[in-house]
């Protein structure tokens, strides 16, 4: 579904993306892992575009993303911080957004009332705390049934019940064969969420395989841990 | 585009700014009319007023507001859009509503109480506009950090309405043993608030009396070539510093 | 001892009669001109006349080459018959006393670089009248020379208009050497000059119209003493140009619309003594030009929308401008030295900015008209380009509060308020 290869990326000195390599499949559900500044929200840029990688190439369904745009159509993303122009009210952007896309289908507008969005479609965005925007990022991202979902940091900063509705739902869609890219620090989410991970470190793919196997190879039960026990055995487990 | 060039002007317009701005320049014009029972003489003040406050405010504001739809952009950027057509809608609805301010402004007063060359003013100070609001995108996409954005921009405006000049006058000085008219067409040429203030005062009909040097630019831009030649000369002044930032826009990490 | 009303009467009937007898000698006679009249060409009327004859010449087109008219005769044309030159000649030439010459219209005279051929001209004449003739395509059209107490009034005077070099035209009005001369109410237009003196003195120039004209509309040198009174002098080439005479009187004259590189509406070289009073000067790239001139008196005259209103050279001394007013002018006054030895006072100056506190109508601060700006556009010309812009301006602005360049003597100490 979307292919990664020898992808380079560098903003000034910093190398960003070192001859990341990878693939994501429909039907799987991908957890980046990384620390902080590891290249994470960068990858995840330039697939959608947003960010222009120095080589390599990035497809989509078999097309590569350098200059078309038309591929976003089938990804919904839903940014680390949700940043939305200050005076525009929560109706209005939804309304905007479904303008801007001229889709005739029906848009998927379960998370909206779940999170309770149109109640607070008065409301001006920069009158919203940070977890409300991230609500009005998570139902946009879902709006228009895209196959694959780019969700950066979803959890964090929503409130229990939110992220509890945000994780149906993510589960809901997987069940739908979507495909999900997840990044998030928050370990047990991404266990109950993911089936791949991804772990990058300074722009380099450290590690590439399913989560169940990663825990047979380092005998761990819980996610955290068992990331935990591959970087102690320096990766030696990465298949390769 | 349409839709996201409609999108981008209500954005605009819910900042009160261009309300602001179009009021401020009617307040101006009409002042500078009832100060002047002389309407050539007004027009003659009004050209200061479109020769650096409207350039002034157009490169400013436009650089704030690009600094300001960042957010923006970056979301229409995760749409399936393409990024030329995010970054004419945003130049398109910028200019839009400067000139309609501007128009609104300057333009209603000046048709309604006439003078002489009030047309070519108006399509001059127009044509500023653009050529303002494209500079400012050169210098928005040119850096990251606002603050440097705006220092760019001022620094744009400083240059052409007083640093140029000062470098012309200079010019003159050192080589003011050498007939110099030829050179000064192209001087003029190279800087678009020059072009429209000599366009502009040939129209009001006063170059006739500035000696050698005024008869020569009267013979050439006083022409229907000459006009012609400014005009497209002006919008060029405000394509290329526009495609320049559309080559950035395209390649850069938003 | 005063003589009675009767006797002087009497006196004065016994000069008129005297005058009358004089100048009608018995058996003046009219001689006609014309193709059913007595003479075909006017020519033969002219060989058959005696002193004091009247040849009437009626409407028709003559082709006589040069007309010499040696004696004291009166020449009329009826409707305006016309004498052809035929681009050859020169068509009428005198050389006599009291010749009026009236009603003709003259086209077409030859052209020459050597000698000034003209439509009438008048050689060593005294008490001449050209009265109401028309002239077409002339190189020439009036040339006076050496002559006095002449009267040349009502005449429309258009050149070879078509032509282009000032070398290929003559001047309209011109006269040298002559002295006590009248001329007034003409229309010249399409010469090289409208009206052209040198060394004419003691004469009136009034209410002529001089426009369009190659080079000048009236130009004038070594002709002291003469008067010029509600002349109009528009859109020539370079304007009027006056020079090295003393005790001009103008006054009530207009200069208008003289534009171009090195036009002006009045230039002034080595002029003294004279009087420009009453005149206006309008749209013109300069009002007035001064040069060497000294002890003139420029007052109640009024600069409008000219480039430079007054340039005033450091050449010129005890000049005196007063109660002008100097309306939208791009720049008021340029001078080229750094003092100046002229006074001004009085003056009304719309680019004053002062304030007048004790409202006597004359500002509390002085006014100083020759701006940073027009000194440098007066040692670079093509500096003229920035006109207008913003930098100019803070120059402009600078100088006025911290003056460093332009001469701070050249200045007015008691601008009036209001229009003069």
Known sequence: MIEVRNVNKRFGKLEVLREVNATFQKGGSYAIVGPNGSGKTTLIKSILGMVLPDSGTIEVDGESVRGHWSYRERIGYMPQIGRYPDNIKIGQLLTMIRDLRGTAKATDDELVHELRLDELSDKRMHTLSGGTRQKVSAAISFLFDPAVLILDEPTAGLDPLSVEILKAKILKEKERGKVFLITSHIMSDLDELSSHILYIEEGIVRYDNMIAELKRQTGEEKLGRAIAGMMRNNFKANPS | ?254 | MEPTVPRMLAASFLVSLFVMIMSFPAGAITLSVGQQQSFQTIKEAVTAAHPGDTILVYPGNYREGNILIRKSLVLIGRDYPVLDGEDKYEIITVAATDVVIQGLHLVNTGAASINDIAAIKGLDVKRMKILNNRFDETFFGIHLSNSSQCLIEGNMLKGTAGARAEQDVGNGIHLWKSDHITIRNNDVTGHRDGIYFEFVTRSRVSGNFSHQNLRYGLHFMFSNDDEYMDNTFQNNGSGVAIMYTKGVTMVGNRFEGNQGAASYGLLLKDIGDSRIEQCQFARNTVGIYMEGSSRCILKDNTFRENGWALKIQASCDNNTLTRNNFIANTFDVATNGSISLNTLAGNYWDKYEGYDLNRDGTGDVPYHPVSLYGMIVEKMPTSVMLWRSFLVMLLDRAEKVVPAVTPENLRDDSPSMRML
């Open chain 2, 1 to 254: 585009m349409i839709r996201i060039t409609k999108h981008a002007l209500y954005d605009i317009l819910r900042n009160r700014f261009v309300l602001f701005y179009a009021v401020f320049l009617m307040i101006i014009t009409f002042s500078l009319f009832s100060l002047d029972s002389d309407p050539g003489k007004a027009i003659l003040s009004l050209l200061n007023i479109v020769l650096m406050v409207v350039p002034l405010v157009s490169i400013i504001f436009t650089t704030i507001y690009f600094f300001n739809s960042y957010e923006f952009i970056e979301l229409l950027l995760s749409q399936p859009i393409d990024r030329k057509v995010i970054f004419f809608s945003e130049f398109l609805a910028i200019s839009i509503a400067l000139s309609a301010a501007y128009l609104v402004g300057v333009g209603l007063p000046v048709l309604l109480l006439g003078g002489q060359g009030a047309l070519y003013m108006l399509v001059s100070g127009l044509l500023l506009t653009w050529v303002f609001v494209s500079l400012a995108f050169a210098a928005s996409v040119s850096t990251r950090d606002k603050a440097r954005g705006i220092g760019m921009s001022l620094l744009f405006w400083f240059y052409f309405s007083l640093i140029y000049d000062g470098l012309i006058l200079y010019l003159i000085y050192s080589f003011s043993d050498y007939p110099m008219e030829k050179l000064t067409l192209a001087l003029i040429s190279l800087n678009p608030v020059d072009l429209a203030r000599i366009v502009i005062l040939l129209k009001l009909d006063i170059s006739a009396l500035m000696g050698y040097t005024g008869a020569f630019l009267k013979n050439f831009f006083g022409t229907g070539l000459g006009i012609g030649y400014s005009m497209s000369l002006l919008v060029a002044w405000s394509l290329i510093p526009l495609l320049y930032a559309l080559r950035k826009f395209l390649r850069k990490d938003i």
